[in-house]
Every structure is written in structure tokens, then in C-alpha cells.
């Protein structure tokens, strides 16, 4: 089976301040097929978001393997999103979306095009000359979010990406996401620490285990992909969070 | 962004937000000159000490028409400027390779903190020592004062920039020279200039200083004339010209400032 990403016998290491050495991750293996959606929860400090910085190419220390059906090509290949929306609160809306086609040798007119279909995508197209200092905190992280996706990358990386936000704005930004989803396929690895939003997202949910963060187990979730408010109400939904939760203890 | 036609739609029955402010700025002139020239009169102060508005008002016009005005006025405002550039220039650049380079930041940064620490009168002698009476001590003198704050503004403005951002740079390959541009200097502009206001007052009070020591030309040359040819009229007509180039330098940095950072106002 020729996986998408394939992660191999991952294990980290890194020396403290004070010259101890830690082990972030153990042995990690796990695979991801394309158009999948992933989920990693854990324990605070687990290596969650390390993992995540390897799939990336951010962190290159490490033993083990990462290995891609297509190896990203640098700059295009991964969209990353992060906790914080971290736009440049002097570009406007669409500038900032477009940040990640600009220097590629793409026309301006290229560009514009696909940064308004973007921000028609999340509803953005009415704030596409405001400023991020205009914009919600919901806002602004769908602009992130579009930001990640202007490139039209192979997989879309999370980092607790509604981890700052209200729960309001973040189940509507978890739909926006399944949305999103539904319009591009793309695979998406999504670290969180909230057992509902991994239910609701996921396709496959993986449980790292405290330091050093080994995998615990792999789940598939019992839901159909088609998800919406309903969804949360579903006794299996409750039950595979529970199950979750149970994991995590 | 705000749309033209409704702000004019909502203010048109108000006076300008600009004349407004011109016309607060003309009334507090008009109240300082009335008291000063009301002090004079009433305390009947003797004219060696605090010469009546009036009598400063006129040795302003004569030297604006005989040319004396001009030619110090000019020489002062183009040492201002040069020493103001070439600080903003060498201290922005400074700055960027302490905070990109350790290894510069080892060697460097406890000299400069030394030569920060020193009072700039301290050196000015020993720069007319070593450069002479001439335009280079007083060049000299106005870069070492103003270099610093710029140095310390840049390095601030690219720590401001945060992980995330720069996490971003890398996974966009971005190169350096275009994470420069688009990422760290936009993103430390408004350190910049915050350390550029500084560093306009620090090249004006370089420039006197650098006058009143060694120039023979210049607003504060004409401070020291008038200073020792009991010329008080023409002292203070300076000191008002002189106050009005630091107003002017300082004005003109925040007009820029509010042109350029037009995203920070619309919060």
C-alpha cells in the first residue's frame, strides 16, 4: 500500500538548558492516507505539535522517517495553520491571503482571482481591503486558514487552530472547515486538545500517550463523513468522545 | 477603510478636525506672547534680561532681511538632516545584524552600550581635538547621537515579530532578503519611528551642541553671538527659530509615521 505520508519509527530527542536530555516522542509510527482528515490529541507536552513541526519539515532533528507518496516541494506544498491567526496587521485581508502566491511567478491578476475565490469560500469577499485589526478573532483565523490553502498545498497542517476562540465561533469555524473540506479534499492533520472537535473533524483519531509521547491507539470514527449540528447530538458521537476522553486519563 | 463620502456626510456642519487644531495652536501663541509681553511691561524687566516680544519680533526681521537668518538657519537644518539620515541609516543596518548575527552581537554590543553610556559632551571636545573645528566633529557628533536610538528601535521592532510569523517565512521559503522586505521591515516600522522621533530631537540637540562648541555658522553660532555681544533680542529670536526646527522635524516625522502606518490607525 502506497501510503500519502507515511510516518516511520519517529522518535525526538532534545538537551534542555540545564543538559538533560528529553525524549519528546517514542517511536511514533502512523500513516495517513489523502483526503483524510487526522486528528492528534494528547496530554499537554506530548509532542503533539513536534509531530506536526516534522510532517512540516520545520524540525529536522530526529530519528526516523517521513516519508511522502509526492516529497512537498519547498514553499508550496504545506499549509500551516497555527493557534494564533499570525497575519501581518499591515497587509489588508487579501494581501495577506495572498502572501504565500506573491515571488512564485504568478500575475497579479492570477492572484487577485484566486484570492477573492478564497475569501468567497469562508465569506470574507465583503472584507478583502480591511485590515486584520478590523476583523473578529474568527475572522481573522479564517483568513488564516485560506492563507494556508492560497497555494493549494497537499495537506493542510493545524495547530490547535480554534484553541483561542470562543465556543461559539468555534463550532461554526469547525464547520466552515468541513466546508472547506468538502470543496478541496485536501488532507488535513489536526493537533487539538478537545475530544468534540476531533470527534466532529476526524475521519481517524490518534492518541498520543504523556512524555515520552508514544502512540496509544489509532480510532476510526463511527460517524459518516457528512457531519453538521446534528451530529453533536448523535448518542455514537457522545460515546466515541467519551471513549476519547476515557484515553486520555 | 473609510468611505469619503459618509465621514463628509457626518461632519459637514462641524470646523475641520485640521483648523480646528491650527486654530488651538494660534490661541495658545497668542496667550504665551500676550502674557510674556504683559510681564515685561507690568514687572518693567530690564531688557538685558527679557526683551518684550516685540523687540524679539524685530531683531527676527531684520536678520530674515539682511540674510543672517538664512544662511545659519540653512546651515543648522542641513546638518540636522545629514546627521539624521546617515544615523537612521547606519543604526537601522546596526541594528539588524546585531539582532540577525550573534556573533556580531558578541563583539559589539558592549562597546556600543559603552560609547552609549558616555556623555556626548564628554567626547565633543576630543572630536574637535581629533577632527578639527569643521563640519566633520560636528557630523561626527550628531551620527553618535543619533545611530542609538535607531539601533535600539530596530532591534526591538524584529523581536516583535512573532514565532509564528517566522515559522511562516520558512514554510513559504521565503529567502532572507525577501523575508526582510515583506516580513521585518514593515514589520518594524513602527518601532522605527518611534526610535526615529527620538533620534530627530537627538540629532538637533547633536547639531547646537556641535555649534555652541566649535561652528562658526549656524542657529546655535547665533545663540553664542548673541549671548556674548549682549544681543539678548537676538538670542531669544534664535532659541524661537531653533524651537521651531525641532517642532518642524518632529512634525514631519509624524506625518510620515501617519501616512505609512495608515493600518495601525483603523483599529
Redesign the interface.
Same mark, same amino acid.
Given at each position: 500500500m502506497t501510503d500519502f505520508l507515511a510516518v516511520t519509527s519517529v522518535t525526538k530527542v532534545y538537551q534542555t538548558a540545564q543538559g538533560q536530555s528529553v525524549t519528546a516522542l517514542s517511536d511514533v509510527s502512523l500513516e495517513i492516507a489523502d483526503q483524510e482528515i487526522v486528528a492528534l490529541i494528547g496530554p499537554s507536552g506530548c509532542g503533539k505539535s513536534t509531530l506536526l513541526r516534522m510532517i512540516?519539515n520545520?524540525d529536522r532533528s530526529f530519528t526516523g522517517e517521513v516519508r511522502w507518496a509526492n516529497p512537498p516541494k519547498?514553499?508550496?506544498d504545506?499549509g *500551516?495553520v *497555527?493557534q494564533?491567526p499570525?497575519l501581518?496587521?499591515?497587509?489588508s485581508v487579501a494581501r495577506n491571503v495572498a502572501?504565500?502566491l506573491?515571488?512564485k511567478g504568478s500575475s497579479k491578476s492570477v492572484i487577485d482571482s484566486r484570492v477573492s475565490d478564497l475569501l468567497e469560500m469562508v465569506g470574507l469577499q465583503d472584507f478583502a481591503?480591511?485590515?486584520p485589526?478590523?476583523l473578529s478573532g474568527g475572522m481573522r483565523q479564517r483568513v488564516a486558514i485560506v492563507r494556508a490553502l492560497a497555494y493549494d498545498p497537499q495537506i493542510l497542517l493545524m495547530d490547535e487552530p480554534f484553541g483561542a476562540l470562543d465556543a461559539i465561533t468555534r463550532d461554526r469555524l469547525q464547520d466552515d472547515l468541513l466546508r472547506i473540506w468538502e470543496q478541496t479534499h485536501k488532507t488535513i492533520v489536526l493537533v487539538t486538545h478537545s475530544v468534540e472537535e476531533a470527534t466532529y473533524l476526524a475521519d481517524r483519531v490518534v492518541v498520543l500517550s504523556p512524555r515520552p509521547g508514544r502512540v496509544k491507539s489509532v480510532h476510526t470514527v463511527p460517524l459518516s463523513r457528512k457531519r453538521n449540528a446534528e451530529t453533536r447530538e448523535l448518542p455514537e458521537f457522545a460515546r466515541f468522545a467519551g471513549m476519547l476522553r476515557s484515553e486520555l486519563e | 477603510?473609510s468611505t469619503p463620502g459618509i465621514t463628509v456626510g457626518a461632519r459637514e456642519w462641524r470646523t475641520p478636525p485640521v483648523a480646528k487644531h491650527a486654530l488651538y495652536s494660534m490661541l495658545y501663541l497668542v496667550v504665551i506672547i500676550g502674557a510674556w509681553w504683559s510681564y515685561v511691561h507690568i514687572a518693567k524687566v530690564p531688557p538685558f534680561l527679557l526683551p518684550s516680544p516685540d523687540a524679539v519680533g524685530q531683531s527676527l526681521l531684520t536678520m530674515g532681511s539682511n540674510g543672517q537668518l538664512w544662511g545659519n538657519l540653512g546651515y543648522t537644518v542641513r546638518n540636522i538632516v545629514i546627521g539624521f539620515v546617515g544615523g537612521v541609516v547606519i543604526g537601522t543596518v546596526l541594528g539588524y545584524l546585531l539582532s540577525v548575527s550573534r556573533w556580531a552581537r558578541e563583539i559589539a554590543a558592549p562597546y556600543v552600550v559603552i560609547l552609549q553610556a558616555a556623555p556626548k559632551i564628554a567626547i565633543a571636545p576630543l572630536l574637535v581635538l581629533w577632527f578639527g573645528l569643521g563640519l566633520t566633529s560636528q557630523l561626527i557628533l550628531i551620527l553618535a547621537l543619533t545611530f542609538f536610538p535607531m539601533m535600539i528601535a530596530m532591534n526591538l521592532g524584529l523581536a516583535s515579530i512573532?514565532n509564528?510569523?517566522k %515559522?511562516?517565512g520558512? $514554510? $513559504? =521559503?521565503?529567502s532572507r532578503i525577501?523575508y526582510f522586505l515583506?516580513?521585518q521591515l514593515? =514589520?518594524s516600522?513602527p518601532s522605527l519611528f518611534s526610535g526615529a522621533k527620538v533620534a530627530i530631537i537627538d540629532a538637533m540637540t547633536g547639531a547646537f551642541l556641535a555649534e555652541y562648541i566649535s561652528a562658526q555658522s549656524g542657529l546655535g553660532f547665533l545663540m553664542v553671538l548673541g549671548n556674548s555681544t549682549y544681543n539678548i533680542p537676538m538670542l531669544l529670536a534664535a532659541v524661537i527659530v531653533t524651537v521651531a526646527v525641532g517642532l518642524s522635524g518632529f512634525g514631519l516625522i509624524s506625518i510620515a509615521e501617519s501616512r505609512l $502606518?495608515r493600518?495601525?490607525s %483603523?483599529?
Open positions: 512540516a520545520l519547498p514553499g508550496k504545506i *500551516f *497555527f494564533e499570525a501581518l496587521p499591515w497587509r502572501l504565500g506573491e515571488g481591503t480591511s485590515y485589526s478590523e | 477603510m512573532s509564528d510569523v %515559522t511562516l520558512d $514554510l $513559504l =521559503g521565503m525577501r515583506v516580513v514593515p =514589520g516600522l $502606518l493600518w495601525r %483603523t483599529r
